[in-house]
């Protein structure tokens, strides 16, 4: 063998230690990445319980006002008040 094959192999198993390195790091950051995930899911799985029925708004029975809580909710407001000052100016 000749000295600049021999320098060639040198470079090349460098080469491909370097390589396997890099792939381990990218390996080990993707399974730290995977385990925050698995732990933020844990902690939510957890906290379930706590957390308000977010879909609740799409039931049927709390889609729509009832008659009854629109004309509380008019009364109560600064709309009906005014209505209410300004009626008898129309007549």
Not at 17 to 38: G, L, M
Not at 49 to 71: I, L, M, V
């Amino acid at each position: 063998m000749s000295t600049k094959s021999r320098l060639e192999l040198i470079k090349e198993a460098a080469r491909k230690y370097k390589e396997e390195q890099e792939f381990q790091q990218a390996v080990a950051t993707v399974d730290a990445r995977r385990k925050a995930a698995k732990k933020l899911t844990k902690s939510v799985k957890k906290a379930a319980h706590q957390a308000p029925g977010h879909t609740d708004c799409f039931k049927d029975e709390n889609r729509y006002w009832s008659s009854e809580e629109t004309r509380d909710y008019i009364q109560g407001s600064s709309y009906f008040e005014n209505y209410q000052a300004m009626k008898n100016d129309w007549d």
